[in-house]
T-cell receptor
Framework: DSGVTQTPKHLITATGQRVTLRCSPRSGDLSVYWYQQSLDQGLQFLIQYYNGEERAKGNILERFSAQQFPDLHSELNLSSLELGDSALYFC?????????????FGPGTRLTVT | GNSVTQMEGPVTLSEEAFLTINCTYTATGYPSLFWYVQYPGEGLQLLLKATKADDKGSNKGFEATYRKETTSFHLEKGSVQVSDSAVYFCALTPVWEAGTALIFGKGTTLSVSS
């Protein structure tokens, strides 16, 4: 158990809909990352927050947004969903901004868009 | 830009065989290098890391050495077990970037039979 929790575990929704994925980092970790894992794209970084502020953006679509709340949990919002958004979405956390820090991964949310 | 290339899988071995999974990277400066492992149905776990040239990371019998001259971080294990069957990801965190997100290779699936 990494200490990172993600809900829900599975999500099935239709094209055009909007969903929210939730992540609670390990106790004491200030940095939260979102990654998308799909068969064709592999593991791709979406966005990073540190202590409530956006720190870096990766290959995140404009239809996707995220935020980190004062209690440090984070939410990833996916809107106008397309079939190609079906993937496993991982949240990870680390204690600081040091590149050498271990990132602890949650179990993931599997999103299926039909 | 920053990227990671690792050998295509799947890699199929018998128990007690020697394992090598090749990983090379492209990055400016001295990135931190990681190997993460993903067991079926689970999130990623850090296997080992190295943060500077000639460092050797090791854990659970796995080893990898940070080779700056060849920009490589190959994963090795002297004697694999069935329980090592998983997907292995080589990754780096780049220097001179605003964030510290992991950049992953495409992953190598290892299957060990008894």
């Amino acid at each position: 158990d990494s200490g990172v929790t993600q809900t829900p575990k599975h999500l099935i929704t239709a094209t055009g809909q909007r969903v929210t994925l939730r992540c609670s980092p390990r106790s004491g970790d200030l940095s939260v990352y979102w990654y998308q894992q799909s068969l064709d794209q592999g593991l791709q970084f979406l966005i990073q927050y540190y202590n409530g502020e956006e720190r870096a953006k990766g290959n995140i679509l404009e239809r996707f947004s995220a935020q980190q709340f004062p209690d440090l949990h984070s939410e990833l919002n996916l809107s106008s969903l397309e079939l190609g958004d079906s993937a496993l979405y991982f949240c990870a956390s680390s204690v600081s901004l040091a590149g050498a820090d271990e990132q602890y991964f949650g179990p993931g949310t599997r999103l299926t868009v039909t | 830009g920053n990227s990671v290339t690792q050998m295509e899988g799947p890699v199929t071995l018998s128990e007690e065989a020697f394992l090598t999974i090749n990983c090379t990277y492209t990055a400016t400066g001295y990135p931190s290098l990681f190997w993460y492992v993903q067991y079926p149905g689970e999130g990623l776990q850090l296997l080992l890391k190295a943060t500077k040239a000639d460092d050797k990371g090791s854990n659970k019998g796995f080893e990898a050495t940070y080779r700056k001259e060849t920009t490589s971080f190959h994963l090795e294990k002297g004697s694999v077990q069935v329980s090592d069957s998983a997907v292995y990801f080589c990754a780096l965190t780049p220097v001179w970037e605003a964030g510290t997100a992991l950049i992953f290779g495409k992953g190598t699936t290892l299957s060990v039979s008894s």
